[in-house]
């Protein structure tokens, strides 16, 4: 990395930063139709089809609507901006809001690790990797001091709103969220062990070079899935929102653009640990089948750096889709855990698997390393 | 090294712009008309009886304890799996040993009933 100034530093992570986030946020806006779309259909329904379409006119027959409904998140955006933002009196008015913030923030700044593309040229400065923070050497750490961060947001609000439904959901949230938290942490471990490194760039690099990590490690791969799905308090983890014992759980009493900022955590939640999800186990923006560095140093050209670079942000994007969908699906499929099995999911099941994954695992790379697997291969196979 | 920090450090100082926005956006956009109705709490649609901040069950306060048991081992393991591969055999039965002791406490507190939702 070659920087020149702070100034100029500052300004590109503005800029690159700026870009990144918008885009996400924009995503989000898009994975709530997703959502909507996704779950109407899995219930013969047609979902939100009225806000902007494209008309077909046919002959003779009623006109074909194409893309129905694509206007949805900014029509929902406009409504929230133009209506009223209620306080409560009863609320503590300083950490009430303060709360939709901390929720918020703590899910921008994973972004800021995520590696999007390989390495790029961007305003004259050399990223290693395409990210808002290329080349931290411990971005994994980072990501989990982050995340434990996120429900101090949920706690806050619960608690500041002064609700005995929000105080509840608040406390449900955190004895959930801690939960699920070991059993992410240690199935975090396995990527590392087998790459070697905790810079998520790395990662990807020690997936291009062996194989997908879902494949080494189906296990570790759902692991994380599970908890990722709880940590979000996603269905069927959703207790701290069951609306029916809650009704809505901590953002009870929130209303206007500071519950879409609840809304907004939770999606964007699903697209970081979608991303995460993605990175570590999916081989992140690697193209399947294609060796791309070994195409940019063979073709020597801008234009082909800029397409492979082009090529890998639309892969990860369509991983991420992906992930998103079965989080959709799974919405539509599984009723809500109750909280006692919740509880027995994530200590009794999820947490010794993935114990038990990290001794497997170690043992297995020491068997590698002395060229066990090589000697049986080449005593059964060969 | 510290300079990769920096990124981390400009974006930090940016990021609270994107959720202050649109709350500002709808402070100045938004209708402004409270009463005394409104402004209460939603609960049940009645008026709350007793304190809000009351006492909770006993049980999360456990999960709690279990669970800074757990994560504060738990960062130590990151260190050995990043650098898994330069590892001596000595080493690696050190740390086998950890995981053991890990397993153990959360045996241990599997036994005596800590795990149960009551």
Redesign the interface.
């Known amino acids: ?1 070659n ?1 020149e100034s ?1 100034g100029q ?2 300004w590109i ?2 800029v690159v ?2 870009i990144i ?1 918008f885009a996400v ?1 924009t995503g989000f806006a898009y994975t709530t139709l997703l959502e909507r779309k996704v779950l109407a259909r899995l219930q013969h329904r047609v979902g939100p089809n009225r806000a902007g379409y494209v008309p077909i006119p046919r002959r003779g027959k009623k006109e074909r609507r194409l893309l129905g409904g694509f206007m949805q998140p900014a029509a929902d955006a406009v409504k ?11 609320v503590d008015n300083v950490v009430y809001n303060l709360a ?2 901390l929720t ?2 703590p899910v ?2 994973t972004l ?1 690790v995520i590696p999007w593309a390989s390495s790029v040229t961007l305003f004259g400065i050399d990223y290693p990797y395409l990210a ?6 411990v971005a ?3 990501v989990l001091a982050i995340t434990s961060i996120e429900v101090y947001g949920v706690v806050l609000a619960g ?1 500041s709103s ?4 929000a ?1 509840l959901g608040g ?1 449900r949230s ?2 959930q969220m ?2 699920y ?2 059993a992410l ?2 199935t975090l ?1 396995v990527p ?2 087998i790459a ?3 810079n998520l760039n790395d990662i990807i690099v020690s997936q291009q070079e062996t194989a997908w990590f879902t494949i080494l490690q189906l296990p570790a791969s759902i692991v994380f899935f599970v908890a990722a799905l709880a940590e979000m308090q996603r269905a069927p983890f959703d207790l701290l929102e069951a609306e029916q014992e809650l ?1 809505s759980g901590y953002n ?2 929130y209303a ?3 519950f ?2 609840f809304f ?1 955590a939770e999606y964007m939640k699903m697209i970081v640990f979608s991303a995460l999800w993605v990175v570590l186990f999916l081989g992140g923006y690697d193209i399947p089948f294609i060796n791309e560095a070994a195409i940019v140093s063979s073709a020597d050209s801008t234009v082909v750096t800029i397409l492979i670079a082009a090529g890998q942000v639309l892969s990860i994007i369509l991983k991420i889709v992906f992930s998103l969908f079965l989080m959709i699906w799974i919405r539509a499929s599984w009723p809500r855990l109750r ?2 099995q919740l ?2 999911l994530g ?2 099941t999820l ?2 698997i993935s ?1 038990l994954n ?2 497997v695992t ?1 043992v297995m ?2 068997l590698a ?1 002395e060229g066990v697997f090589n000697s049986l291969i080449s005593a059964f196979g060969g | 090294m510290l300079a990769d920090w920096q990124y981390i450090g400009i974006f930090l100082a940016i990021s609270p712009i994107f959720p202050a926005a649109p709350v500002l956006l709808q402070w100045l956009l938004g209708p402004k008309k409270p009463n005394s109705i409104k402004n209460s709490a939603y609960e049940c649609g009645i008026e709350t009886v007793g304190d809000t901040w009351i006492q909770f069950k006993v049980q999360y306060y456990i999960y709690a304890l279990i669970f800074v048991v757990f994560d504060v081992e738990a960062v130590f393991l990151f260190p050995i799996a990043a650098a898994y591969g330069q590892l001596s055999l000595f080493a690696i039965g050190a740390t086998a040993l950890f995981i053991i002791l890990l397993a153990d406490g959360l045996a241990y507190a599997w036994a005596k009933g800590a795990l149960e939702w009551i």
Do not use: C, H, Q
Request: no cysteine; proline share 5%.
């Open positions: 990395m920087a702070a530093l500052a992570t503005l930063g700026g986030t946020i929230l901006f133009m209506k009223e933002d209620i306080t409560p009196i009863y939709p913030m918020v923030m921008i700044l800021a808002i923070a290329p080349g931290l050497n994994l750490l980072f608690w002064n609700s005995k439904y105080v406390i955190t004895a801690i939960s938290e070991l942490g240690l471990l590392v062990m070697g490194s905790l009704s009870v009493e206007g653009m500071r879409a900022m907004m909280y006692d509880m027995d200590w009794k947490l010794p114990l990290v001794i170690g790379i020491v390393e």
